[in-house]
């Protein structure tokens, strides 16, 4: 069963960066769209980024332009760079295949708050 380990987050000041990772411990990691979701307090769980297997890219709206996704099929990474990161950014950050299936496992996701 696939194991999904996402890190890199913590508590930033408006404006800062971070790079969120994610390790996938799966065999068909390169045959897979990926993307990073988030979701903050009271929130349904939203895409943020995606990136297909032939490395298009796509974004909300609300982060396009500060954030960049990226994959690594060699390592079966995903990543998220963030920058000028906004309070309304603050949520859990998870890593999975675009548009999972209801039964497929998601990791513990890793906290971004955004806060002065």
């Known amino acids: 069963q696939v194991q999904l380990v996402e890190s890199g987050g913590g508590l930033v000041q408006p404006g800062g960066s971070l790079r969120l990772a994610c390790a996938a411990s799966?065999?068909?990691?390169?045959?897979?769209?990926w993307a990073w979701y988030r979701q903050a307090p009271g929130k349904q769980r939203e895409l943020v980024a995606s990136i297909t297997r032939i490395f298009n890219t796509g974004y909300a709206d609300s982060v396009k332009g500060r954030f960049t996704i990226s994959r690594d099929n060699a390592k079966n990474a995903v990543y998220l760079q963030m920058n000028s990161l906004k309070p309304e950014d603050t949520a859990v950050y998870y890593c999975n295949v675009l548009n999972p299936s209801p039964t497929r496992p998601w990791g513990q996701g890793t906290q971004v708050t955004v806060s002065s």
């Open positions: 799966t065999s068909t990691f390169s045959s897979y769209a």
